[in-house]
């Protein structure tokens, strides 16, 4: 028994025995879930010099209805999804706006035991309307390299929301292992790919963002047996070093001094102890990105910092 599992037992009561974390389906089975996340912002640029705060949530409820079982344990699932209701916080010159989509999802795809996404085929009405999480319009800037910058920072920003494409989404996860575990077992899962600087100036590479998942254990919680999963993100990197990686471009020519992004994220999963079927998720993280130009020596041209939490909840089903 290793030191945690001891602590575990000792101080929270968590049973310890190794288990096999596979969701089972039933056929028939319909669940409904409601999934909320809220980030908040704040905007510097040089030339404006006060932080400017903005705020979004977005909530929208899906649903699933397992359509058949496969001999390996995956279910073929109608994935529902409904509309997204966008609330954009009050700024200085509007009030707060709502906004809902129309998305009419609706997706037959296979999901494995594990929570992974086999196949997919869009019965979606067309036209079809695909979400657009709100991110900020980069005005004022004319720089390439700050352009270039942005697409990683919007990668980061969809993943702080949880909300959008299935694949930053919380609605299937947590991804589980395959083998069998105990608590405080760990396994991966790749959720992005951002810049980072290898030991070989000569090959930038982008790398593998990946969440590490904790098994903690299970618990007795109003009568009911819950399993519970902690997962994290942790990014560090600098964008600038990544650029500055090409042979064809140097700090003279790009004019970068450094681009630093960060985000990191936490999130806790309650699961049926029987079926593995996912009951709750809450979520809580914070990032930041700045943006050093040759020229501004002393402070940066454009900074962020953003914070937010996301939820998932299970309001229908067995």
Known sequence: M?????AATLLFGVQTAPV??????????????EVRSHLISEVRTFQLRTAIPEEVDLIYRFNLEVQSLKPDGSAVVLYKRPQLKIIEGETFDSPPKEIVQKLGWQLQMTISPINE????VDHTPKPTVKSQVPLRAQ???????????????????RLSLYAGSLDSALDFTPKLPLDEVEPGDTWHRTVSYQPRVSGNRDKPIVQRLDTQYRYLGTETVGGRSIRKIEAKIELETDLAEYIHSFPELDKELTGLQKAP????????????AK?????????????????????????????????GRASMSLVKGP
Not at 261 to 272: A, G, K, M, N, R
């Open 275 to 307: 079926t593995n079927r996912t009951l709750s998720a809450k979520a809580e993280n914070r990032g930041s990105f700045s943006l050093w130009l040759e020229g501004l020596r002393g402070d940066s041209a454009y900074s962020e910092t953003f914070r």
């Open 2 to 6: 290793s030191a945690w599992t001891l």
């Open 139 to 157: 005005a004022g800037f004319g720089w390439e390299m700050a352009a270039f910058c942005m697409q990683f920072v919007d990668d980061v920003r």
């Open 20 to 33: 096999i974390l596979e969701r089972t389906f039933k056929p028939g089975e319909r669940l409904e879930y």
């Open 117 to 120: 996404i086999l196949n997919l």
């Open 261 to 272: 992004l960060s985000f990191h994220s936490t999130v806790l999963f309650e699961l049926d």
